[in-house]
């Protein structure tokens, strides 16, 4: 592999290529005149799958390539199109300083250069649906998410119980959901005031967050009341999370209520093969509120 020089595409976008294979002797290509047709096209969706569906398939009528891959690690986002082969090139993707991520290209054999210039050239016409694209998801992602303790928000929930319910059903996938709740929370209100309640939460959730696994979802229900989604999980391994859970918050201690400990209690259920999303939230939920009348601080299983 070997290192491309850096390329400017306009006065306000900028391609860095990071690695391409070259070959001795290529002669760069043309200047490519369909750049403002292929803006064209890539404007018509906002999704960001289908700019990059639209995206690959309008490039191969222009180089033979075998896989796309799209990053952004800021906004969590790697999406691959295609096979993964061997030989790569990858461009770095910035407006105005504002980095939109990283875009590259595979197959078997190496990229000619004037099969780079040319991609160079195209993808100049992704800079601008690119950021609409990003901006739009950045948008819905705000829109999901609970801005005092940064966990997803009821909406969020809904719409991801459901799927994952569906989708744990068609697949015959275990799915558990924890359920808990901030004991003796509106004392804390009632005695350090709702700044510190604020606070509380903000620790809870952020507690939570880091006791469970990347692949589980945190969701704030209302209130003190957080949900746990545990994609492929058995209600054994859903129970041994939520007492790492209730332990680890059992050892929080916070400046804005004195130092005094908080605790949460727990209810958990595994999905079973009736369930619809009401059935399963009602039956964790009873479990959460036996937790709580028998003496909180605890996890209870349904």
Request: net charge negative; proline share 3%; charged share 25%.
């Amino acid at each position: 592999m070997t290192t491309a020089p850096r390329l400017m595409s306009n006065d306000f976008s900028t391609l860095y290529p990071i690695t391409g294979g070259l070959l001795p002797g290529d002669d760069k290509a043309p200047p490519i005149t369909g750049t403002l047709e292929l803006t064209q096209v890539l404007q018509t969706t906002l999704d960001l799958d289908e700019l990059l569906t639209i995206l690959m398939q309008e490039l191969k009528t222009h180089v033979t390539f075998d896989g796309l891959r799209y990053s952004n690690s800021a906004l969590c986002i790697d999406l691959s199109k295609g096979e993964i082969a061997r030989h790569s090139v990858t461009y770095k993707l910035t407006i105005q300083d504002h980095v939109l991520g990283e875009i590259g290209f595979t197959r078997s054999r190496k990229f000619r250069s004037a099969e780079m210039h040319l991609l160079e050239n195209l993808l100049a016409a992704l800079i601008y649906p690119l950021r609409n694209s990003l901006e739009y998801q950045r948008v819905l992602h705000q829109a999901l998410i609970d801005p005092l303790t940064g966990a997803n928000n009821r909406a969020a929930m809904d719409m991801v119980l459901q799927r994952e319910v569906e989708l744990a059903r068609r697949n015959k996938q275990p799915l558990s959901v924890l359920l808990l709740d901030i004991d003796f929370f509106k004392l804390v209100n009632d005695t350090y005031g709702h700044s510190a309640g604020d606070l509380c939460l903000q620790a809870v959730a952020g507690c939570v967050q880091d006791s469970i696994r990347g692949s589980d979802l945190l969701f704030r229900c209302g209130g003190e009341e957080f949900l746990v989604l545990l994609s492929q999980t058995r209600q054994d391994g859903a129970t041994l999370l939520a007492e790492r859970v209730r332990q680890n918050v059992a050892e929080l201690t916070l400046k804005a209520t004195g130092g005094e400990r908080i605790s949460v209690s727990l209810g958990v259920s595994e999905m079973l093969g009736e369930d619809t999303v009401q059935s399963l939230f009602e039956r964790t939920d009873k479990a959460l509120y036996k937790a709580k009348r028998t003496g909180r601080n605890k996890v209870e299983v349904l």
